[in-house]
């Protein structure tokens, strides 16, 4: 079989079964055939990954040669990108069955297209050689999410996406017009050729200015702090599958668009001297692990706790980009993976609580521990994961952030990774100081267990985080070889 034909398939299926998912009936037709497109396209993504050596896989669509046609162009960076993407979703898909039919119960098909709709965008994002394309794709999984985000239960989910929706239009003008500076100067598209042609036209205003919209644009995408102000409410209000899914994906896939550009369209030098680039990604960085970190440690919603959780994350992997090294890249794409895995198991565990107990503040946790040992169990393992602690998948992502902040000249850096990792057991800690050590609210029901469905999924998505925390063979090959793939492409 030819993976060169099967490819653009990775992002068709979920395109074209969104319409027909769309059209099903019931509740558990849509998300049955949701479940076997994420197969599908998890095994092709996995498929393409294995395939891909030093020289990218080509696909032209309509048989137009690039520039002129639109091609996919896919690396050991976008494949190993593409396949989290797809991982995400299924066990998103897998695990929320149950709390969809309790906060949707009603329009699963809109609800469930919709889903597709966004999954094939980011895909579309990661797997396409074309920055217009880029665009396209951008948009597509935006207004499919923010239409997800709003339909949670809580009337909030409104503001949340309407606030997004703002936001996220912003964002994506700005990378809308940086593209079109591009284009102005070099009257093309495919980014493989923007590569060959920018270096003629590097030293102007325009290229200028088409780099820092790009920038900015994207850095709002992907929740960097300043430019984060978006997530908190969209995450804390969407559905709870939604959050899983978008805590995996969304944001990972912004970045990686962002080391696109940097790496294979401006290169290395055109990146980093064009612009302060290097030291403007560490002061930012720096500032979301330690302000996400900070709010975290004393939010009373638990989702919003995790989501300002996040915005610490991403300054993680932000800090990785900063160091401008191939240890420094690795283990920003071994973060992408183990970030993924850690806060995906995280949000499935607060969402089955959540289905259990109607609410994510930290009042409806007390003494949840003691009814819902499995569910608990499982949220300390996944924030072990989080804090760093040794073979756990986040222990992996920080050793390799202290190797390259060594290696780069700021062994100052290991001081604060682990302060930042103090402060996140802190708020971990009251999760679990609220579910085992604290007495319930004398007015709160007594709750069981949650089901097998939602706990099987989750205890797997915990395991895989103690998997890769012992066996880097997958994460971390990927990893390194999706650096040196975009460090020597230029």
Not at 102 to 113: D, G, L, M, T, W
Not at 266 to 277: D, I, K, N, Q, Y
């Given at each position: 079989?030819?993976?060169?034909?099967?490819?653009?398939?990775?992002?068709?299926?979920?395109?074209?079964?969104?319409?027909?998912?769309?059209?099903?009936?019931?509740?558990?037709?849509?998300?049955?055939?949701?479940?076997?497109?994420?197969?599908?396209?998890?095994?092709?993504?996995?498929?393409?990954?294995?395939?891909?050596?030093?020289?990218?896989?080509?696909?032209?669509?309509?048989?137009?040669?690039?520039?002129?046609?639109?091609?996919?162009?896919?690396?050991?960076?976008?494949?190993?990108?593409?396949?989290?993407v797809s991982a995400i979703a299924l066990l998103a898909l897998v695990w929320g069955k149950a709390s969809v039919d309790?906060?949707?119960?009603?329009?699963?098909?809109?609800?469930?297209?919709l889903f597709l709709l966004t999954l094939a965008g980011l895909l579309g994002i990661t797997l396409t050689g074309d920055a217009f394309n880029v665009f396209v794709f951008l948009e597509i999984s935006s207004l499919s999410t923010y239409a997800l985000i709003a339909h949670g239960p809580d009337r909030r989910g409104l503001l949340a996406s309407f606030r997004y929706l703002i936001m996220g239009t912003i964002g994506a003008t700005f990378v809308l017009i940086g593209i079109g500076f591009l284009y102005m100067m070099t009257g093309t598209l495919n980014m493989a050729d923007l590569a060959e042609r920018l270096p003629a036209v590097a030293d102007t205003n325009a290229i200028r200015a088409g780099f820092a919209f790009i920038v900015v644009g994207l850095g709002?995408?992907?929740?960097?702090?300043?430019?984060?102000?978006?997530?908190?409410?969209?995450?804390?209000?969407?559905?709870?599958?939604?959050?899983?899914?978008?805590?995996?994906?969304?944001?990972?896939?912004?970045?990686?668009?962002?080391?696109?550009?940097?790496?294979?369209?401006?290169?290395?030098?055109?990146?980093?001297?064009?612009?302060?680039?290097?030291?403007l990604l560490m002061t930012l960085a720096i500032a979301g692990m330690v302000v996400g970190s900070w709010v975290a440690m004393f939010e009373p919603n638990l989702k919003r706790l995790l989501a300002y959780s996040s915005v610490a994350q991403v300054g993680y992997l932000v800090l990785g980009v900063s160091l401008v090294s191939v240890v420094g890249l690795t283990a920003t794409f071994v973060h992408l993976f183990n970030h993924a895995l850690m806060k995906a198991a995280l949000f499935m565990a607060l969402g089955t609580v959540m289905y259990q107990t109607g609410s994510a503040r930290i009042e409806a946790f007390y003494g949840i521990g003691r009814q819902m040992p499995w569910t608990m169990s499982a949220f300390a393992v996944a924030g072990l994961s989080l804090i760093g602690v040794p073979a756990t998948a986040g222990f992996v992502s920080k050793w390799y952030l202290i190797l390259a902040s060594i290696e780069a000249g700021h062994p100052w850096l290991v001081g604060l990774i682990l302060i930042t990792s103090f402060m996140a057991v802190f708020y971990v800690w009251r999760v679990i100081e609220a579910a085992w050590f604290k007495a319930p609210n004398e007015q709160a029901k007594p709750v069981r267990e949650a089901p097998l469905c939602l706990l099987v999924p989750l205890w797997l998505t915990v395991l895989l985080n103690l998997y890769f925390g012992l066996d880097t063979r997958?994460?971390?090959g990927a990893a390194t070889r999706a650096a040196q793939t975009l460090l020597g492409s230029f």
């Open positions: 079989m030819d993976v060169v034909a099967w490819m653009p398939f990775i992002v068709l299926t979920p395109l074209i079964l969104s319409a027909v998912v769309a059209l099903l009936p019931g509740r558990f037709a849509p998300w049955g055939v949701s479940v076997i497109v994420a197969v599908v396209i998890t095994a092709l993504s996995f498929w393409v990954l294995g395939h891909v050596d030093e020289t990218p896989i080509r696909y032209a669509f309509g048989q137009w040669p690039p520039p002129i046609g639109i091609e996919y162009r896919v690396d050991a960076a976008n494949a190993w990108v593409a396949f989290i309790q906060e949707i119960p009603e329009r699963q098909s809109v609800f469930y297209a709002l995408k992907m929740a960097l702090l300043p430019l984060h102000l978006w997530l908190p409410n969209a995450y804390a209000y969407a559905p709870n599958m939604v959050t899983v899914f978008l805590a995996g994906t969304a944001t990972k896939v912004a970045l990686y668009v962002l080391l696109r550009f940097i790496y294979t369209v401006f290169g290395f030098e055109g990146s980093f001297g064009m612009l302060p680039l290097a030291p997958l994460s971390l």
